[in-house]
């Protein structure tokens, strides 16, 4: 049995699916500020501890997103 994707993972590879169709700087930064609007501060902090740990399974362009989360 495998253990359960975490929400965030999951909500943000959804977001980056979206973004196939773009190049992947232009994705990133998309999906960067749909989640700033969007996500709880919280929800925010989750990803990024994924992102931190490395988490298996995150589509590349959320990983390339998450340093303009942390910016300002």
Known sequence: ???????E?????QIAANFRH??????AK??????????DPRMRARLLDLVD????GLDP???LAAESIRQP
């Open 1 to 7: 049995m495998s253990a359960a994707v975490p929400s």
């Open 9 to 13: 993972q999951r909500m943000a590879n």
């Open 22 to 27: 773009v190049p992947a700087d232009a994705a």
């Open 30 to 39: 998309e999906i960067a500020g749909h989640i700033r609007r969007f996500w």
């Open 53 to 56: 740990s490395g988490a298996d």
């Open 61 to 63: 362009v959320v990983v």
